[in-house]
């Protein structure tokens, strides 16, 4: 009995290890997805690389880690860009008090590439490190319900608070 529940385990612990492989290439695959998307949708005001334009829109590189990596956060990505974000912020530094608008024309696989390349890419210095990358189910789950823009700022504003 004992002998072939460890064998099990070690066909499902090489099974596991096969799907961290083909998600770890899938990985790099998706963030070099994702900076295509990114320099297509998002460039013109985030500017290339996200390093943003005082009054035009908020720079995202290093800025958005902690952010995403406080309890709750994971949600952070998927509701701006499906729901949109309004009202003042401070970001950087810099004040705004613009509107960014929803994405729904990518879905849910070009939503996650993005977020592959904005957080792995340009955020990798400020993400926790145990951070699991955002899914296509994680952009499922927010879309057709997706939070007001409004209620995203309130969001903001809460996971700043708690991640100090
Ligand atoms: C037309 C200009 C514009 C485009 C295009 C745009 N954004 Fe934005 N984005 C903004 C503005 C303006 C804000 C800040 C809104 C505010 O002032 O409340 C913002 C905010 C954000 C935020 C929140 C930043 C923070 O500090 O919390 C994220 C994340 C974001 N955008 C990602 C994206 C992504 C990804 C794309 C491309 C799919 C994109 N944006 C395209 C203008 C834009």
């Known amino acids: 009995m004992r002998k072939r529940g460890s064998k099990r385990c070690g066909i499902a612990a090489a099974l596991s290890l096969s799907a961290l492989l083909v998600a770890g290439?899938?990985?790099?695959?998706?963030?070099?997805?994702?900076?295509?998307?990114?320099?297509?949708?998002?460039?013109?005001?985030?500017?290339?690389?996200?390093?943003?334009?005082?009054?035009?829109?908020?720079?995202?590189?290093?800025?958005?880690?902690?952010?995403?990596?406080?309890?709750?956060?994971?949600?952070?990505l998927p509701r701006v860009l499906l729901g949109g974000l309004s009202g003042a912020i401070v970001a950087g530094g810099e004040k705004f008090n613009g509107m960014m608008?929803?994405?729904?024309?990518?879905?849910?696989?070009?939503?996650?590439?993005l977020s592959h390349y904005l957080l792995g890419t340009l955020n990798k210095d400020t993400l926790a490190a145990d951070?699991?990358?955002?899914?296509?189910?994680?952009?499922?789950?927010?879309?057709?319900?997706?939070?007001?823009?409004?209620e995203n700022r309130k969001l903001r504003t809460q996971l700043d608070a708690a991640g100090q």
């Open 131 to 150: 951070f699991a990358p955002l899914t296509a189910a994680d952009f499922a789950a927010w879309r057709g319900k997706p939070a007001s823009s409004a």
């Open 25 to 76: 290439a899938g990985g790099a695959q998706a963030a070099e997805e994702g900076e295509a998307l990114f320099n297509q949708h998002c460039a013109v005001c985030h500017q290339p690389g996200g390093v943003g334009a005082p009054g035009l829109a908020p720079a995202l590189a290093s800025l958005l880690g902690k952010r995403v990596s406080a309890p709750g956060g994971r949600e952070y």
């Open 101 to 113: 608008l929803p994405f729904p024309q990518l879905h849910d696989e070009q939503l996650a590439a």
